[in-house]
């Protein structure tokens, strides 16, 4: 009875960490490669180079980020935006070199006028998302985004606060300078 007491005990302080917390267990390698694309998205977005997503994402989807960001960056604009909560509601291995991750994410953002400086409201933002990541070279990459939900639809009443030139048809990015225009509901 001594030695199934002393071996019940000897597992479950294997089980518990031997009476370490979870939140005090080194970070799982999958979130923190979501955590360092998140900080690098960020930074790409506010500095306008997406060069150094590279190192948490595959080719492709830094490509991508970087084509939201151009698109952006040609109408005058750039994002500043900031990771506020990051919770992780699931992870799955799909393969040895393949998961998906499931997070809840608040972030706030303001669209800045590249030439003068002009800022758009701060906005906060809600998203539940699922990652995709590869794993390359023993190191795990985001590959896919997919926004499962959002408490926003859209940017586009946001980006108004920019009048554009009235030559420059709708479309098309503008050239030249973009003037803040006043919000209703601040009038």
């Known amino acids: ?12 302080s294997l089980i518990t960490g031997c009476g370490q917390k979870i939140d005090q267990q080194p970070p799982n390698a999958l979130h923190e490669a979501i955590e360092t694309y998140n900080g690098l998205l960020a930074d790409g977005y506010r500095r306008l180079d997406m060069n150094h997503l590279v190192q948490a994402a595959t080719g492709e989807r830094a490509l991508k980020a970087y084509y939201h960001m151009a698109a952006l960056g040609e109408g005058g604009v750039k994002m500043d935006s900031a990771l506020r909560h990051l919770e992780f509601a699931g992870t799955k291995q799909l393969a040895p070199d393949k998961a998906e991750v499931t997070t809840k994410e608040r972030w706030e953002y303001k669209y800045i006028n590249i030439e003068n400086g002009n800022t758009s409201p701060l906005l906060t933002v809600n998203y539940t998302s699922r990652y995709r990541l590869v794993k390359e070279k023993e190191k795990w990459l985001v590959a896919e985004i997919t926004i499962l939900f959002t408490d926003r639809a859209d940017d586009a009443d946001e980006l108004a606060f920019f009048k554009r030139p009235a030559h420059v048809p709708q479309g098309s990015a503008p050239k030249g300078p973009l003037e803040p225009i006043a919000h209703p509901e601040k009038q």
């Open 1 to 12: 009875m001594k030695k199934h007491l002393i071996l019940l005990l000897s597992l479950l």
